[in-house]
């Protein structure tokens, strides 16, 4: 014997003495000491053996193949074998016949077990050369090690060589095909069988509905179904079962209870295949009817059901029910601590249902942890707000050396770094995946840290991160685009939005894109734009998506295109549920329609299909209080007593708001003193309301008894009342505070300084208040403005209105209520009159019942009273009670009693309990001599029991904060 140099025999002179019968093959498997396959073909080193292969179109592509082709494919630096040592070799008796075919068998036999690239070919040559390659058994094993071993393309040309193939050859080819993720070639070659009018069986379907679900062909199923029941199949159960996982990949779970109904014997897997699926496509509680029938039928569940019907209670939050399979579970042996699977379930069903000490408890108990439990333990605490232990899980993970975070807790502890804007935590989250290299492997990684970004308000963060990801999907793109929207970059975000588009076909799109953008069409100038975004929504046949209607209804409120709104929430008559109605209710109390507000919540209520929730009652309690209709909102509060949701801290606020708005304080403060535990908002509410109302010095009391962490919103309220008070010790210490705190950079508060110096009598103090600050606010520019009004330097405003003009900052209608006070009180009518008719048509603002008040005051100071009474005649419309009692007090101060009087009447008629009218056209008398006229006006007023606000003045003797 010759050996080679790593010290295994010389496989050539073994194979000479086999086929020179010089030696059984028993005994060459022994001296071989199991070597023989792996030794032989590296020996001979054979490429390129088998000619055939099919093409993409499943053509079969013959090839000549003689003695000569297996010789030419030997290279002769690999081999000590001469060509022509095949053809030297004598005849072989039957005795050699039968102990070859034999080894030919064993070897076939043994190399399932291990199958190298190189393992088939080398049997490939023996049993060609030997005779028996058209033995339909040897060639099906050949096949079928071909295929293990990821060698398809030789399956194939073995194949299409056989001259006889049987069922078995078929079906050994679609495996091997099958195995080497060869789908759609395989489906071919089944759909050739079948063509062919080769016989079948069960296998072969089996085979057939592998590569259907592997390509998520569900729709096919029905096909492999019926030549099921032609070919009388059905009752196998691995079919059945294999057709009921197929019918319910593809979303018809009807068809695969169909499959289950008319099983003839169901096993274990049929059962857990039904109940699975079920639980799979949120069908929860047919889910457990399954399980009930299965313990009926008499047949055992095993770890894979109880994990499922426990899900099945997590889902629905039934934890009684998931406390009574616990106990099923225990009884029937499934100790918990001992599997897996099924202790992570129950950990996720007590977490899920809100019990997280019994979740812990169960993690502790358990003996094999596994990363899944780590993750449900994890997510348990993060879904039930525990944020600090679920870091506590994380960083007790990473000191392990047995388990280590994987995808899933790295994604999950990222979505709480975003949910609770943990900038600092989710970077180091991301230097965290950069070090094990997750991102690379995994896209869902960078997806989640996109999102993160976003939530946190690092929109260039994740921009980049989204701009150097390669390999991007479709998530990627809908996280960007929502980064985008969630921190007011609308135009980039349409801008990515017009990208995807254009590179993603429409069959990929998902209802998530069309979520993303929508609520970046946030104004009248993106109408155009989210009209677009609705077809494109509609063509993509999202129309009768209850969610995507919903918030294009969003959209079209937000656009203010009311008239669509409402035309799409009568459109899903039949589908639209109680978030339609909120869409609306609270849409439209939140961009400032009121009215409509309420009108929705009175069709919600007179259709009677469904009740309302706390976002109803948000809605419309914030369209009360912007109405002043105190009756209505009071009414809404008793709705929220009676359906016990008045408890609800952020509904609380609501109502202090409200209260605050209508001049209600006393029930403001009522409502903020039932507040069990007030947050910082409730705080904020209720100091707001105080000092809104002209109660600054409640509002500065309240102050003191704070019980939380103030914020720019609380020195906001705490200013406004100092302002009332003409008082600066508090806001000068306030101001203090404000700086120590780093606050006073905030527009907000700058504005809010301003009117506070300049209300108390510092003017220079508020111009330096607002010259320092960094950013400026249109609040701080109107503040001033008003300011200098007040102050009667008109002049001052003009010029700081020019400036404004200037930096670029627009307009609004606070900016010429201040501006035009300020020509009213310094004289200037011709400027103040050039700024209203240009207030329309250059700045794009509408003129409001306040810019006429102010324009009737400045033509009745500049003694214009007819004037004034043309000018309100002129507008068109009947115009509110401040513009009358202008010109009311302008013909007081003149002496003008006929046009008094007319302005008198209008008031009467309009609030007839208003003694300031009665009192002030009776001082127009008075002035003028006519006591007649004015002693009736005063005896209206007592005999109505009408009583005029008593003014009052005030000494600070208190100042301390």
């Known amino acids: 014997m010759v050996f080679a140099a790593a010290g295994k025999p010389d496989m050539t002179r073994c194979w000479i003495m086999v086929r020179k019968s010089t030696i059984s093959p028993e005994r060459l498997r022994l001296y071989c000491s199991g070597h023989i396959i792996c030794s032989f073909s590296r020996s001979l080193a054979l490429r390129n053996l088998i000619p055939g292969y099919f093409s993409s179109h499943f053509h079969i592509r013959k090839e000549q193949h003689d003695r000569h082709y297996f010789t030419s ?29 034999m080894f030919i068998r064993d070897l076939l036999r043994s190399s399932m077990v291990r ?35 990821g060698d398809f393309a030789s399956s194939l040309g073995l194949f299409s060589e056989l001259k006889v193939k049987d069922v078995i050859a078929w079906n050994s080819v679609i495996t091997a095909l099958n195995r080497n993720g060869r789908s759609t070639v395989a489906l071919g070659v089944f759909v050739e069988m079948i063509q062919k009018g080769t016989e079948f069986d069960s296998t072969t379907l089996l085979l057939a509905l592998s590569a259907l679900s592997s390509l998520s062909l569900s729709k096919v199923c029905p096909v492999v179904h019926c030549l099921a029941i032609e070919a009388g199949l059905v009752s196998d159960s691995n079919l059945c ?53 299965m313990c009926v039928s008499g047949q055992e569940a095993d770890n894979v059901t109880f994990s499922s019907v426990i899900s099945s209670c997590a889902s629905l939050e039934e934890i009684s029910l998931g406390e009574s ?9 499934y100790v918990p601590e001992a599997y897996v699977s099924v202790a992570n379930s129950i950990i996720s069903m007590y977490a899920k249902c809100g019990d997280i000490d019994s979740a812990e408890t169960v993690f502790e108990n358990l003996l094999c942890k596994d990363v899944i439990s780590w993750n449900a333990i994890l997510n348990g605490f993060a879904s039930n707000g525990m944020f600090q232990e679920a870091f506590g899980v994380f960083k007790e993970m990473q000191s392990l050396n047995r388990i280590q975070p994987d ?35 995994a896209l869902v990684v960078v997806n989640s840290l996109i999102d993160m970004y976003g939530k946190c308000g690092l929109t260039k963060q994740a921009d980049l991160l989204f701009k150097i990801t390669t390999d991007r999907d479709l998530v990627s793109w809908n996280s960007m685009i929502s980064a985008f929207v969630q921190n007011g970059f609308t135009r980039e975000a349409k801008s990515l939005f017009k990208e995807v588009v254009s590179e993603y076909s429409r069959s990929k799109f998902s209802l998530s894109t069309v979520l993303a953008i929508l609520p970046s069409c946030c104004s009248s100038d993106s109408l155009i734009f989210g009209k677009s975004v609705h077809c494109w929504q509609l063509k993509l046949g999202f129309g009768n998506n209850i969610l995507s209607a919903n918030s294009v209804i969003n959209m079209y409120i937000g656009c203010r295109d009311l008239t669509s709104a409402f035309l799409l929430l009568e459109t899903i008559s039949e589908t639209r549920d109680l978030a339609s109605w909120n869409s609306v209710i609270y849409g439209c109390a939140s961009n400032g329609h009121y009215l409509e507000s309420l009108r929705a919540f009175q069709a919600m209520s007179h259709e009677g299909k469904v009740s309302h929730d706390m976002i109803t009652l948000l809605g419309t309690i914030s369209a009360c209080g912007n109405l002043g209709l105190v009756s209505e909102g009071r009414c809404f509060h008793g709705l929220a007593i009676k359906t016990l949701i008045e408890s609800e801290t952020q509904l609380q606020n609501t109502l202090i708001t409200m209260y605050g708005r209508c001049k209600d304080i006393d029930s403001a403060v009522k409502v903020f003193g039932l507040i069990s535990d007030p947050n910082l908002c409730s705080w904020n509410c209720v100091i707001s309301a105080l000092s809104q109302n002209k109660a600054g010095t409640e509002a500065v009391q309240l102050f003191r008894k704070l019980e939380v962490e103030p914020n720019e919103i609380t020195f906001v309220g705490l200013l406004s009342a100092s302002a009332q008070l003409w008082s600066t010790g508090y806001g000068v210490q306030a101001h203090c505070y404000l700086i120590r705190r780093g606050f006073q950079a905030n527009p907000f508060i700058s504005a809010a300084l301003v009117d506070m110096y300049s209300s108390c009598g510092r003017l220079e103090t508020g111009v330096k208040v607002f010259r320092n600050s960094g950013v400026r606010s249109i609040a701080a520019w109107n503040s001033l403005i008003c300011a200098y009004g007040f102050h009667g330097k008109g002049e001052k405003a003009m010029e700081l209105f020019s400036e404004m003009s200037v930096s670029g ?21 011709e400027e103040g009159l050039k700024y ?66 007319e302005a008198a009447e209008v008031l009467f008629e309009m609030e007839p309990d208003n003694a300031s009218y009665y009192i002030s056209l009776s001082n127009t008398y008075v002035g003028l001599g006519g006591w007649e006229e004015a002693v009736r006006l005063r005896k209206t007023v007592e005999d109505k029991a009408l009583k005029k606000l008593p003014g009052y003045s005030s000494i600070d003797v208190s100042v301390g904060l």
């Open 836 to 901: 209203y008719n240009q207030m329309e048509d250059k700045f794009g603002v509408k003129p409001v019942t306040e810019h006429r008040v102010c324009v009737v005051d400045m033509l009745g100071r500049a003694g214009k009273l007819r004037e004034a009474y043309e000018f309100i005649k002129g507008i068109g419309e009947p115009q509110k009670a401040g513009v009358w009692g202008a010109l009311l007090s302008a013909c007081n101060y003149h002496g003008d009693t006929e046009l008094g009087k």
């Open 115 to 149: 199958a190298e690239a190189e393992t088939p070919r080398s049997i490939h040559c023996f049993a060609l050369k030997s005779g028996f390659l058209q033995d339909l058994h040897a060639s099906s094993q050949l096949l079928t090690l071909y295929g293990k071993a």
């Open 325 to 333: 399979f616990h106990g099923l579970v225990i009884r029937s042996g």
């Open 241 to 293: 079962n294999a057709l009921m996982n197929l019918y319910a990949q593809g979303e018809d779970l009807s068809s695969a209870e169909c499959v289950f109904t008319r099983m003839e014997q169901r096993d274990i897997v049929s059962w857990n295949t039904i109940v699975t699926k079920c639980l799979a496509s949120g069908q929860y509680w047919k889910s457990l009817k399954y399980f009930k029938s």
């Open 809 to 829: 900052m627009e307009p609004n209608k606070s900016t010429f209520i201040s501006l035009l006070s300020a020509c009213s009180h310094s004289g200037f009518l």
């Open 73 to 101: 494919a030997v290279s002769s630096q690999d081999t000590l074998i001469d060509r022509k040592v095949f053809d030297e070799m004598p005849n072989r008796d039957n005795k050699t016949v039968e102990s070859s075919f």
């Open 407 to 441: 995808i899933a807790t790295v994604v999950t502890v990222t979505s709480i770094c975003g949910d609770r804007c943990l900038s600092l935590e989710g970077r180091a989250i991301h230097g965290y995946t950069l070090g094990r290299e997750m991102q690379s492997r």
